[in-house]
């Protein structure tokens, strides 16, 4: 069975910064895209960032600076460093991962991936 799990979540001021995390268990992920999507209430999910198994990155539009995406295939994870966090940016935040090896890109559509994790909420308070 395969599963995403993510942690890193909180609560934090304005200008903080967190670093979420996803665990990938039951199969590697090493050549396939992974990303993050976000989700605040009443709002469509959003691509944040995603990775492609080559190491390059791809980031949602205005988030490029304050967003990293990185993976770590010997462990299986993949993480995104969050800083300058503004309250705009609150939201649940969702690992998913690709089922597609070999992509020389990366999906910015949430139906493009195969795997989701069930998602941590980052609360940004001004």
């Known amino acids: 069975q395969v599963q995403l799990v993510e942690s890193g979540g909180g609560v934090v001021q304005a200008g903080a910064s967190l670093r979420l995390s996803c665990a990938a268990s039951?199969?590697?992920?090493?050549?396939?895209?992974m990303g993050w999507f976000r989700q605040a209430p009443e709002k469509e999910r959003e691509f944040v960032a995603g990775?492609?198994?080559?190491?390059?990155?791809y980031y949602g539009d205005s988030l490029k600076g304050r967003f990293t995406i990185s993976r770590d295939d010997a462990r299986n994870t993949v993480s995104l460093q969050m800083n300058n966090l503004k309250p705009e940016d609150t939201a649940v935040y969702y690992c998913?991962?690709?089922?597609?090896?070999?992509?020389?890109?990366?999906?910015?559509?949430?139906?493009?991936?195969?795997?989701w994790g069930q998602g941590t909420q980052v609360t940004v308070s001004s």
């Open positions: 998913a991962a690709d089922s597609m090896p070999y992509r020389g890109s990366v999906p910015r559509v949430p139906r493009e991936y195969e795997y």
């Open positions: 039951g199969r590697t992920f090493s050549r396939q895209v």
């Open positions: 990775i492609t198994w080559r190491g390059v990155t």
